[in-house]
């Protein structure tokens, strides 16, 4: 799907189901997507069509939701999935909205997934650029992304990820505007596994209870490393990473933590 435009549908406007196993690749390039009634796009596996891959690209497109608790892209899948999102815009007005939803219910396939050079404008509140929830391995990079918000309590990346998974983020920045963001965000990691952090840019406000880097659950043991310096400004808790579940080190602020 290339250089095409979606208004005013009222389903999603991109909605593929999949019922029987098979491999399964979709290219979403230089397209434009705006709903005010659902999300904008969905991949959804049904039964019978777990274990099924699903090849994901999206790339130099815009997704616009206007209406509450909707995704730009919405992907809920139970096999190998491996998904890029590189050079895209994603515009939230609504509240409680989310730019990227990932959810794989599968305990052994891995989940590859990118996001890259894009941007996230949030107006709505409690809204996330990427939601990520994996129960077996995950790979992600995420890096080169511009995240504005500019209503209260917004995340930027935010995860719950199986044992075996590798994440690197890189070179991002986030601003807020209003108050009560958090920029990175672990709900759970289960290990083995690391993360690695380098050059991440916080731009935050005192007006509320602003988070930079956390890491709310590490069960078993973690691997953090990274070299270049995250600076974080204006949070009210800079990092957190509960006692004794990590080895290894990054730089926030210009000193290594934990």
């Known amino acids: 799907m290339a250089n095409s435009a979606f208004f005013g549908n009222g389903a999603a406007n991109l ?67 491996s998904a890029n999102i590189d050079q895209s815009l994603f515009t939230v007005t609504g509240g409680n909205n989310t730019g990227v939803l990932i959810n794989n219910a599968s305990l052994t396939a891995p989940s590859t997934i990118l996001m890259t050079n894009g941007g996230f404008e949030s107006t709505g509140g409690a809204d996330t650029a990427l939601r990520v929830i994996t129960a077996g391995p995950a790979a992600l990079t995420l890096s080169t992304n511009t995240f504005n918000f500019d209503a209260a309590n917004d995340f930027g990346f935010r995860m719950s990820l199986g044992a075996s998974s590798t ?21 759970s990691l289960t290990g083995p596994g690391s993360v690695t952090l380098n050059d991440n840019l916080m731009n935050l406000t ?21 070299t270049d310096d995250n600076r974080i400004f204006n949070a009210t808790t800079p990092y957190f990473i509960p006692f004794g579940t990590t080895t290894g080190t990054f730089l926030v602020n210009g000193t290594p933590v934990p």
Request: no cysteine; glycine share 12%.
């Open 15 to 81: 909605h593929a189901q999949f019922s029987l196993p098979g491999s399964y690749a979709y290219s979403i390039t230089g397209s434009q997507f705006a709903s005010s009634t659902a999300d904008n796009v969905v991949m959804n596996v049904l039964a019978g069509g777990e274990g099924s891959t699903l090849n994901l690209t999206a790339q130099g497109d815009t997704f616009a939701n206007s209406l509450t608790a909707t995704n730009g892209i919405n992907v809920n899948w139970n096999g190998a999935l």
């Open 167 to 187: 994440v690197k983020i890189a070179k991002n920045t986030f601003t807020d505007a209003a108050g009560g963001a958090t920029g990175i965000q672990f709900d």
């Open 206 to 226: 005192s007006l509320g209870t602003d988070q930079g880097i956390i890491f709310s659950s590490i069960t078993n043991t973690l691997q953090l490393s990274g």
